[in-house]
């Protein structure tokens, strides 16, 4: 069953795959475009200098006064990188409409435009919902295992994180397809996910190995990641939810 999903991830993709490089190199350049501004910033502006002052254990009131437009700049920076990020979540909720759409047939480029503006909200707010019950869960099970059983409690607790988390993955799929809203869409992956955990844990294993090892083949692997099993995967997430919606 889950050999099906990649194939036809591996399928899809194939018969659309320049559409998906092409969206994916402009939300590339446009992401390290906010990126890089936000680095500029820090580095062009202020050098390094200020933050070897930062370290000195003997730090005074002037020094402090004198990093002062360092802070400033880091706070103009962290703008820039939340920007980046937003845009990140807005760029993975078009793809993930570019996955659909290729299902149907064939998509283009251009779709990740229209998909921004119509699911662009919403992609957003689920990845920040997403995003804040992480970082709830890693408190819990992260955090707190961590501190009372040590070594072996923090090694618990990700692997406890990790099996949660999962739970979400078709959070994506819920908006392009039935244009569902934040909750909705992260309560129907809830449903999905726990009528068809195995397969569903099996999928994210299978990409997350292979990914993992091509980290390991210097930039071709990224290359890799990034153009082809991406999309695929996002495919393949998008063809699970269709399969097995309820």
């Known amino acids: 069953m889950v050999f099906e999903y990649i194939k ?8 659309n795959f320049m559409s998906f490089i092409i969206a994916e190199l402009i939300a590339l350049i446009i992401i390290i475009g906010f990126v890089g501004i936000g680095t500029l910033i820090i580095f062009h502006y202020y050098g390094v200098s200020s933050f070897a002052e930062l370290r000195s254990p003997e730090i005074t009131i002037s020094r402090i006064v004198s990093v002062f437009p360092l802070f400033m700049g880091l706070s103009i920076s962290l703008i820039f990188y939340l920007i980046a ?24 480029f251009k779709t990740m435009f229209v998909a921004a503006k119509e699911n662009g909200i919403t992609g957003i707010t689920t990845s920040i919902v997403v995003c804040l019950i992480a970082l709830i869960l890693m408190f819990l099970f992260l955090g707190v295992l961590g501190i009372i059983f040590s070594v072996i409690g923090s090694i618990i607790g990700t692997i406890l994180f990790l099996l949660i988390m999962v739970f979400f993955s078709l959070s994506y799929p819920g908006i392009v397809v039935d244009n569902l809203g934040p909750i909705e869409t992260i ?18 294993v299978f990409y997350t190995g292979v990914s993992l090892g091509l980290t390991f083949v210097p930039f071709l692997g990224q290359v890799i990641i990034y153009f082809m099993f991406m999309p695929m995967f996002f495919i393949s997430l998008v063809f699970f939810y269709k399969r097995n919606r309820i």
């Not at 036809?8 to 018969?15: E, P, R």
């Not at 309560?187 to 994210?204: E, G, H």
Request: proline share 2%; aromatic share 12%; charged share 15%.
């Open 85 to 108: 990020a937003l845009l990140g979540s807005l760029f993975i909720t078009s793809l993930f409409s570019m996955a659909a759409e290729a299902l149907r047939g064939t998509t283009e």
């Open 187 to 204: 309560q129907k992956s809830i449903n999905i996910t726990k009528k068809n955990y195995p397969d569903i844990f099996a999928l994210l």
């Open 8 to 15: 036809t991830g591996w399928q899809t993709y194939k018969a």
